[in-house]
């Protein structure tokens, strides 16, 4: 690696930092820091000043007009070359680049931003006595200290602390090794001292909840996905963090509550996914203005399974950028909704926000007019002649009194229905009874009694009017259907010649006969004797 900067005066100064290579080539990774406080240029690695190599054998730029161009990973060679241009480029990887100008940081700055979020550390370092030399590995995982005075070490080595910066750290042990080493000065034999292990506990942390909310359906026009904005999906999101705090009488108390706290810290990355069929390209698409991330320290990739936004930021940042994902589709055609599903999370995963599904439906052209304040539109067998939106353009000023026109239609056709309804059950009733009594004259007409077969013996001291009487009311009846029905004379006659032959038993009609023999209501005087 070969920092350079370029000084813009006629003395010579150091034009290079030459780093030695031991420290670039060794398959790990390193945090190099450049303070320039011109003219002075100090060095950082792992934040620990190193002081390389100056190179003053190259001559200075001299004062131009030109603005100064800072380049990271290559240096501007101009002066020894026909046609200016970058050579030397740094082969390799870079996890990250800041540059603050105007502003530098000290060493303990420096070395706060390199170091682990777990490691080792030392209290009050300020009252450690001079004579103590301490050096700390660049991860803190590792603290080396040397002294002469046993007391100064003794209260040196009681300082020494275990630090877990992180907001969510990892619950478990973390073991410690303590080994110290004793240099004997003229002695005949040495001292040694045993090693020490050392065990601290992590305990779980409460763990934060991630929670989306906003609107869960959107209803819009076909037309407005053709428009050269789209249409905004989470314009009404809020992403909100909180953990249960267990105050201190819960913790004595066994299954109550704790207190849910609000808290704020960073996500790693937002998905917005397409539910259903993927998008396609020629037709629709998700979007979002690369201005939305200028100032954050994130990015978004897009592809037709939906949108990522990656990058350790707060929660606040990352909802004014999902906000402006805008959905775009210029061939809505049938297209009738499009579903979408939002999750957010934390330390790579490890927290994770709920699912928040978004629903989008199309209304089209022959829709729109109809429904409005995010109503469902009918299915097509549902739709009227004159839509709302036709009979708002011929007649605007009536377009307030549609809906208490259309409530009046409604009453009435559901009264219609009811009076439909109850006329036809008083029909079926009506019909119900008539069936009722024709099954029971039936009935009655089936329980006749058969005068064929039927003889009553008269008492012969009844008194004669009686018979008379009957005999005259029988021959009428016989007149009458001799009229109706002449075919049956002959049968009435054998009739009456058997029922001559029958001297003492003569056939009587009963109630509800309607038609009888003639001979059976006709008596023999001559058999009857006083």
């Known amino acids: 690696m070969f920092p350079t900067l370029h000084i813009k005066t006629s003395t010579h100064k150091a034009q290079a930092l030459q780093v030695q290579r031991s420290l670039i080539c060794d398959k790990e990774w390193h945090y190099y820091v450049i303070n320039v406080e011109f003219p002075v240029v100090t060095l950082y690695v792992d934040g620990v000043t190193y002081d390389p190599y100056l190179v003053t054998d190259d001559w200075p730029i001299h004062p131009s007009q030109i603005d100064v161009q800072l380049t990271v990973g290559a240096c501007w060679q101009g002066g020894e070359v026909t046609k200016p241009w970058f050579t030397q480029y740094f082969r390799g990887s870079l996890s990250g680049l800041t540059i603050r100008p105007g502003k530098i940081e000290s060493q303990k700055v420096i070395s706060c931003l390199q170091a682990c979020k777990e490691g080792l550390d030392i209290n009050s370092l300020e009252s450690l006595d001079k004579n103590i030399k301490f050096h700390f590995n660049p991860a803190q995982s590792i603290l080396v200290m040397e002294g002469e005075d046993l007391e100064n070490m003794n209260t040196a080595v009681r300082k020494v602390a275990y630090i877990n910066s992180r907001q969510f750290p990892t619950p478990g042990i973390r073991r410690l090794h303590l080994s110290t080493t004793v240099q004997c000065f003229g002695e005949d034999t040495c001292i040694s001292i045993l090693d020490i292990d050392v065990v601290v506990m ?15 359906r959107l ?25 249960t705090r267990a105050d201190a009488a819960a ?51 897009n592809s037709t399974s939906g949108m990522s936004i990656y990058g350790v930021d707060s929660m606040s940042n990352y909802e004014q950028v999902i906000r402006q994902v805008r959905y775009y589709n210029w061939q809505p055609g049938q297209l009738t909704e499009r579903r979408f599903r939002l999750t957010c999370s934390e330390l790579n995963g490890r927290y994770t926000s709920n699912e928040f599904n978004l629903e989008v439906s199309l209304l089209h052209s022959s829709e729109a007019g109809e429904h409005v304040n995010h109503m469902v539109a009918p299915p097509q067998y549902m739709q009227v002649v004159h839509h709302p939106s036709m009979v708002q353009d011929l007649y605007p000023s009536h377009s307030s009194a549609m809906p208490s026109a259309a409530t009046v239609v409604i009453v009435m056709c559901i009264a219609a229905l009811v009076v439909a309804v109850v006329f036809g059950i008083y029909r079926i009733h009506l019909t119900h009874q008539q069936e009722v ?41 016989e007149e009458d259907e001799e009229e109706e029905d002449d075919d049956e004379e002959e049968e009435d006659d054998i009739t009456s010649a058997e029922s001559d032959d029958s001297e003492e038993e003569v056939d009587v009609q009963l109630p509800r006969v309607q038609r009888s023999s003639k001979t059976g209501r006709n008596w023999d005087k001559t058999t009857i004797s006083y």
């Open 251 to 301: 913790q004595h108390t066994a299954h109550r509550p704790g207190v849910q706290e609000e808290i704020i810290h960073n996500l790693d990355y937002c998905d917005v996914l397409v539910l259903g069929e993927e998008l396609r390209p020629e037709q629709e698409s998700l979007q979002l203005q690369r201005s939305a991330l200028l100032g954050k320290h994130l990015d978004a990739t």
């Open 219 to 243: 209803n819009r026009p076909a037309s407005d996905l053709r428009a050269p904005g789209g249409i905004a999906l989470f314009e009404d999101l809020h992403i909100i963090s909180t953990v």
């Open 202 to 216: 992590v305990l779980q942390p409460s763990e934060p909840r991630i929670t989306i909310t906003g609107v869960e």
């Open 437 to 477: 009594k024709l099954a029971e004259t039936a009935k009655e007409a089936d329980g006749s009694w058969d005068d064929s077969a039927l003889t009553i013996t008269v008492n012969p001291m009844e008194n004669l009017k009686e018979p008379q009487a009957a005999e005259e009311e029988a021959s009428e009846e």
